[in-house]
C-alpha cells in the first residue's frame, strides 16, 4: 500500500513534466519532446529513454530515432565534492594520487562527470567519478519502473514485449554503470580482444590502482572526435580508410567475441595521431551468446544476398519463431521488408532500420522481443551515423560484407558444421562423468531413503565406470575436435 501511494504520487510529477511538454503545440516531433521531457525527469529517466530507443517494436522507428538522440547531460557539481569523492574511495589524498587535478570537468552525465588529470609519475589520465547519491536516485526511479512494468504484465498484449525482462534489462545495465569498476572491468576485457584482431581500435589503458567503485582512472585520449569530419581531412586522414576500421572493429567486436561497445556515438569516438579510431566511454557494453550471433550472420547473410528463406530458416532454427509458424510466410514476410528498402542505392541502404522492421514483423509471428538483439540493432543504427557522417556515399556494411560472408561461410558451410558436431561432442563428453556421479548419488540417496543398501563392489563398480568413462569420453571429444580440424583444412584447401 505505502509503494502505490509513493509511486503514484511519483506518477503525478511526471505527468506534469510531460504535460508541460506535449500540451502546448509545438514543431518538434513527439520523440523529440519526450527526449526533452525525460531529460527533466532525470538520471533514471534518460536510461530508460536509451533503453527505449533500442525498442522500435514497441514505440516505433521514428521515436525510437528521437530517442536515441537524447542527451545525457547534465550541469556537473562542484569540484570540492568531487576531489571528497577520490579520496574517500581511494583513501588518500588528492595530491598524492595525481601531479594535477583538473577541477573544471570536461564532461557532466547523468551518473558521472569526467576531470582531466596527470599522475605521480607523470601519466595523462581522465578521471571519471560518480555523482552524490546517485544510487539513491536511481532506487527510487526504478521501484516505479518495475511498478508499472508488473502492471503492465498482467496484459497479454503487453506481456509479449516482456515488460519486467526490459526493467530487469535496464536495472542491470544500471547496476553496471553504477560500479565503475565494471566498466574498468569492460575496457580491459576489450583491450584483451582486439590484441587477437587486425589493428585498426585502440582501447584506452586502465589504472588498477587509481579505481574503485566510485572512481575511474583510465588512459587519456588525444584524438579528433569522429564527428569532426574536416578536421580529420585536415589532419591529411582518409576518413574512407577510418570508417573501414570503425566498420571492421565492431564486426569483428560482434561476431568473433560476442563483447561489443554499445554505445558508439561520435561522442565516444576518436581518431588518434596514427589514424586509428579509438573509443572510451565503456558503461555500456553488449553480449551476443553463440546462438545469437550465429542468428545474426544468417540473416545478415540472407538479407545481403537476397536469400529470404534462409532469414526465415534462421528465426526459426534459434527457436525465436514459434514452430506451429509457416516458414513460407515468414519468408514472404521478410521479402516484403527488405525489398523496399535493398532495392535502393547502396549508400541509401540501412541495415540497422531494416533489422528495426524485421523484429516489428517478426512480432506477427510471435517471435519474443530479444533484448541483447535489439540493443545491437541500435548499436549498428548510430553506426550507420557515424558512416553517413565520413562519407555519405559509402555504406559501412559493404566495407563489412567480406568479412561477414568469410565468417559466415566458415560457420556454415562443411567445416563449421564439423566443428558445430565436435563443440557438441567434447561438450557431452565433459558433462558425462558428472552425469554419472549424479546417477551413481541418486541411487545411493534412494538406498537409503528406502532402506536398500548397495553392495560395496556395486559402488565400487559404479566409481570405477565413471573414471574409465570420463578417460574415454575425453579422448572421444579430442578425436572428434582433431578431426574436425583435419577435415576443415582439407575442406578449405580445396
Not at 172 to 181: A, K, T
Not at 416 to 438: E, I, N, S, V
Given at each position: 500500500?505505502?509503494?502505490?501511494?509513493?509511486?503514484?504520487?511519483?506518477?503525478?510529477?511526471?505527468?506534469?513534466?510531460?504535460?508541460?511538454?506535449?500540451?502546448?503545440?509545438?514543431?518538434?516531433?513527439?520523440?523529440?519532446?519526450?527526449?526533452?521531457?525525460?531529460?527533466?525527469?532525470?538520471?533514471?529517466?534518460?536510461?530508460?529513454?536509451?533503453?527505449?530507443?533500442?525498442?522500435?517494436?514497441l514505440?516505433?522507428?521514428?521515436?525510437?530515432?528521437?530517442?536515441?538522440?537524447?542527451?545525457?547531460?547534465?550541469?556537473?557539481?562542484?569540484?570540492?565534492?568531487?576531489?571528497?569523492?577520490?579520496?574517500?574511495?581511494?583513501?588518500?589524498?588528492i595530491?598524492?594520487?595525481?601531479?594535477?587535478?583538473?577541477?573544471?570537468?570536461?564532461?557532466?552525465?547523468?551518473?558521472?562527470?569526467?576531470?582531466?588529470?596527470?599522475?605521480?609519475?607523470?601519466?595523462?589520465?581522465?578521471?571519471?567519478?560518480?555523482?552524490?547519491?546517485?544510487?539513491?536516485?536511481?532506487?527510487?526511479?526504478?521501484?516505479?519502473?518495475?511498478?508499472?512494468?508488473?502492471m503492465?504484465?498482467?496484459?497479454?498484449?503487453?506481456?509479449?514485449?516482456?515488460?519486467?525482462?526490459v526493467v530487469?534489462?535496464?536495472?542491470?545495465?544500471?547496476?553496471?554503470?553504477?560500479?565503475?569498476?565494471?566498466?574498468?572491468?569492460?575496457?580491459?576485457e576489450?583491450?584483451?580482444?582486439?590484441?587477437?584482431?587486425?589493428?585498426?581500435?585502440?582501447?584506452?589503458?586502465?589504472?588498477?590502482?587509481?579505481?574503485?567503485r566510485?572512481?575511474?582512472?583510465?588512459?587519456?585520449?588525444?584524438?579528433?572526435?569522429?564527428?569532426?569530419?574536416?578536421?580529420?581531412?585536415r589532419?591529411?586522414?582518409?576518413?574512407?580508410?577510418?570508417?573501414?576500421?570503425?566498420?571492421?572493429?565492431?564486426?569483428?567486436?560482434?561476431?568473433?567475441?560476442?563483447?561489443?561497445h554499445?554505445?558508439?556515438?561520435?561522442?565516444?569516438?576518436?581518431v588518434?595521431?596514427?589514424?586509428?579510431?579509438?573509443?572510451v566511454?565503456?558503461?555500456?557494453?553488449?553480449?551476443?551468446?553463440?546462438?545469437?550471433?550465429?542468428?545474426?550472420?544468417?540473416?545478415?547473410?540472407?538479407?545481403?544476398?537476397?536469400?529470404?528463406?534462409?532469414?526465415?530458416?534462421?528465426?526459426?532454427?534459434?527457436?525465436?519463431?514459434?514452430?506451429?509458424?509457416?516458414?513460407?510466410?515468414?519468408?514472404?514476410?521478410?521479402?516484403?521488408?527488405?525489398?523496399?528498402?535493398?532495392?535502393?542505392?547502396?549508400?541509401?541502404?540501412?541495415?540497422?532500420?531494416?533489422l528495426?522492421?524485421?523484429?516489428?514483423?517478426?512480432?506477427?509471428?510471435?517471435?519474443?522481443?530479444?533484448?541483447?538483439?535489439?540493443?545491437?540493432?541500435?548499436t549498428?543504427?548510430?553506426?550507420?551515423?557515424?558512416?553517413?557522417?565520413?562519407?555519405?556515399?559509402?555504406?559501412i556494411?559493404?566495407?563489412?560484407?567480406?568479412?561477414?560472408?568469410?565468417?559466415?561461410?566458415?560457420?556454415?558451410?562443411?567445416?563449421?558444421?564439423?566443428?558445430?558436431?565436435?563443440?557438441?561432442?567434447?561438450?557431452?563428453?565433459?558433462k558425462?562423468?558428472?552425469?554419472?556421479?549424479?546417477m551413481?548419488?541418486?541411487?545411493?540417496?534412494?538406498?537409503?531413503?528406502q532402506?536398500?543398501?548397495?553392495?560395496?563392489?556395486?559402488?565400487?563398480?559404479?566409481?570405477?565406470?565413471?573414471?574409465?568413462?570420463?578417460?574415454?569420453?575425453?579422448?572421444?571429444?579430442?578425436?572428434?575436435?582433431?578431426?574436425?580440424?583435419?577435415?576443415?583444412?582439407?575442406?578449405?584447401?580445396?
Amino acid at each position: 500500500m505505502l509503494r502505490s501511494v509513493r509511486n503514484s504520487f511519483r506518477l503525478i510529477s511526471i505527468a506534469l513534466i510531460l504535460a508541460s511538454e506535449f500540451a502546448v503545440p509545438s514543431r518538434r516531433r513527439k520523440g523529440e519532446r519526450l527526449a526533452r521531457a525525460l531529460e527533466r525527469l532525470g538520471p533514471a529517466f534518460i536510461k530508460l529513454g536509451q533503453a527505449l530507443s533500442t525498442r522500435s517494436d514497441l514505440v516505433g522507428e521514428q521515436m525510437a530515432e528521437d530517442l536515441g538522440g537524447l542527451r545525457d547531460r547534465l550541469p556537473p557539481f562542484p569540484a570540492a565534492v568531487a576531489v571528497a569523492t577520490v579520496e574517500g574511495d581511494l583513501k588518500a589524498p588528492i595530491d598524492s594520487l595525481y601531479r594535477r587535478f583538473d577541477a573544471v570537468p570536461v564532461a557532466a552525465a547523468s551518473i558521472a562527470q569526467v576531470h582531466r588529470a596527470v599522475t605521480a609519475d607523470g601519466r595523462d589520465v581522465a578521471v571519471k567519478i560518480l555523482r552524490p547519491r546517485i544510487e539513491a536516485a536511481f532506487a527510487r526511479d526504478m521501484d516505479v519502473f518495475f511498478w508499472l512494468a508488473e502492471m503492465m504484465n498482467h496484459r497479454p498484449r503487453w506481456r509479449r514485449l516482456k515488460p519486467l525482462e526490459v526493467v530487469r534489462t535496464l536495472r542491470e545495465s544500471v547496476f553496471f554503470e553504477l560500479d565503475l569498476r565494471f566498466e574498468a572491468a569492460a575496457a580491459s576485457e576489450l583491450a584483451d580482444n582486439i590484441k587477437h584482431h587486425e589493428p585498426g581500435l585502440r582501447v584506452p589503458a586502465v589504472d588498477w590502482n587509481r579505481t574503485s567503485r566510485r572512481v575511474l582512472t583510465i588512459e587519456w585520449i588525444d584524438g579528433i572526435p569522429l564527428g569532426d569530419v574536416e578536421a580529420i581531412r585536415r589532419s591529411g586522414f582518409d576518413t574512407d580508410a577510418v570508417l573501414a576500421k570503425a566498420a571492421r572493429s565492431l564486426f569483428s567486436q560482434v561476431f568473433i567475441d560476442g563483447f561489443f561497445h554499445a554505445d558508439l556515438h561520435p561522442g565516444n569516438l576518436f581518431v588518434d595521431k596514427n589514424g586509428d579510431v579509438a573509443a572510451v566511454d565503456f558503461g555500456i557494453m553488449g553480449r551476443l551468446d553463440r546462438n545469437s550471433r550465429m542468428y545474426m550472420a544468417g540473416i545478415l547473410r540472407g538479407f545481403l544476398t537476397g536469400d529470404y528463406r534462409q532469414v526465415a530458416e534462421m528465426h526459426f532454427a534459434a527457436g525465436y519463431v514459434p514452430p506451429n509458424k509457416s516458414v513460407e510466410a515468414f519468408a514472404q514476410a521478410c521479402m516484403a521488408v527488405a525489398r523496399p528498402i535493398t532495392g535502393k542505392p547502396q549508400n541509401e541502404i540501412s541495415v540497422a532500420r531494416l533489422l528495426g522492421q524485421m523484429f516489428a514483423i517478426a512480432a506477427e509471428f510471435e517471435m519474443e522481443t530479444q533484448p541483447q538483439l535489439l540493443l545491437l540493432q541500435k548499436t549498428m543504427m548510430v553506426t550507420e551515423g557515424v558512416g553517413r557522417m565520413l562519407n555519405p556515399t559509402l555504406n559501412i556494411w559493404e566495407l563489412a560484407r567480406p568479412l561477414i560472408e568469410e565468417w559466415a561461410a566458415e560457420h556454415f558451410g562443411p567445416a563449421g558444421k564439423m566443428k558445430d558436431a565436435a563443440r557438441q561432442g567434447y561438450d557431452t563428453a565433459r558433462k558425462f562423468p558428472a552425469m554419472l556421479h549424479y546417477m551413481e548419488n541418486t541411487l545411493k540417496n534412494f538406498g537409503d531413503a528406502q532402506g536398500i543398501r548397495l553392495h560395496p563392489l556395486s559402488i565400487a563398480a559404479l566409481d570405477a565406470h565413471r573414471r574409465t568413462a570420463q578417460t574415454s569420453w575425453l579422448i572421444l571429444g579430442w578425436a572428434a575436435l582433431i578431426a574436425a580440424a583435419v577435415l576443415g583444412a582439407m575442406w578449405v584447401m580445396k
